[in-house]
């Protein structure tokens, strides 16, 4: 997101925008690789992208508190994702040591691990078994967990509850009230269909619910040429045809349907959870009438697509104990909750997903811990940024009407095939 993308700004939620872009490498080992001093214990660095919500040293206070011989010192990149990786890219193939715990989005850290630049962390300290499972395998690379998930995110299906009188669970029933739309002068459905990683986002969610997948567990074949995933795209390019989805949402990145939904010109909206905050906002349109559920699918709720974040520790970091601690403390219940109540974002812990103080606060996160229980993540491949260029170009196409479906898939399966390679 960020689904950059896999996450994307909202009002008043933190604003780390990251999109993932291209690198391949054999695996190696990240100890091998990494600087020849000390290991152990000491101060370390931290940086992410720009925090917008000025959260984040108030988090890391807490941790400095507890450890002033180990205190985290906390760097802000630039807000453009783009600039982040080529931040981290940089000083990585230079082995340096300026950053040890770096903010990775969740395709990057396959990107990371193919190279060697991240340490292999134990799947004991930051892969328990409150840890979602998408978080885990969103982590993992080569059978090896190289980051450790500190915050995730799925999509949700908004709809308006004034209108609609019980919530669709599948695509049939979403089409059926799409009735209720035009009798109000409405569109019916939206979601992020521009070509951009949001549309990856997208057709991944269709072709996912419908049986298919883009690539192997292990990422290294092709899967896509399927019955299964070009019925999956059918469903998107089918309700383009026929109204369901307006001309107009083929633009559509995360704010445009937000503010076409928030605005009260949307029956359906396809987004993330930070649209509940603009939607409650005095002088919405749709204050007290409109809730979230899980996303439709062909037989009943739908998959999404993970986003989110891990922190992964740098192979040339001088104090890997303490920077593998610090993510681990990251990912404890007090930092989790700091993460839910504060920033406004989505825990990698289930249980928080049950917490009646939450709740009272975001009162949709028992509907999005049950999305996040059958979310998959995105293609799991250091080549993540062509993968994900090849699906948006092909899918787009098709929704525009420029080829087949059929056409669309045949031709998405080469470019995969030479994405991969």
Sequence with gaps: MRGRRDLQIGIATIGIAVLALSGCSSAKSGSSAGASGDSGVGPITFASGKDLTGAMPQLI??????????????????????????????????????????????????????????????PAQVGGSDVLPA???????????????????????YYRSDLVPKPPTTWAELEADCSIAKAHNMDCYAGQFNQYEGLTVNAAEAINDFGGSFLSADGKSVTVDSPQARAGLQQLVDMFKNGSIPPAAITYQESQGADAFTSGKLL???????????????????????????????????????????????AYSKHKTTAKNWVAWMQSPEAQKVLVSVMNQASVLKSLYTDSTLIATSPYLPTLGQQLLTANPRPVTPNYNAVSLAIQKNAYAALKGNVSVDAAITQMAADLKQAIQ
Excluded: C
């Design 268 to 314: 359906f909206l396809r987004n993330w959870p930070y649209v509940y905050t603009a939607g409650s906002a005095d002088g919405s349109a749709i204050k007290g009438k409109f809730g979230m559920t899980l996303l439709p699918g062909q037989n009943g709720p739908g998959i999404s697509s993970l986003g989110g974040i891990d922190l992964g520790v740098s």
């Design 135 to 157: 978080a885990k395998a969103s982590a993992t690379y080569d059978g090896k967990m190289y980051g450790a998930p500190f915050m995730t995110n799925a999509g949700l299906l």
């Design 61 to 122: 206070a807490k941790w400095n508190d507890l450890h002033p011989d180990q205190k985290v010192t906390f760097i802000e990149l630039s807000a453009s994702p783009d600039d982040q990786r080529n931040s981290f890219v940089q000083d990585l193939q230079a082995k340096s040591s300026k950053y040890d715990v770096l903010w990775d989005d969740v395709v990057w850290t396959a990107e990371f691990a193919a190279h060697g630049w991240l340490e292999p962390l134990d």
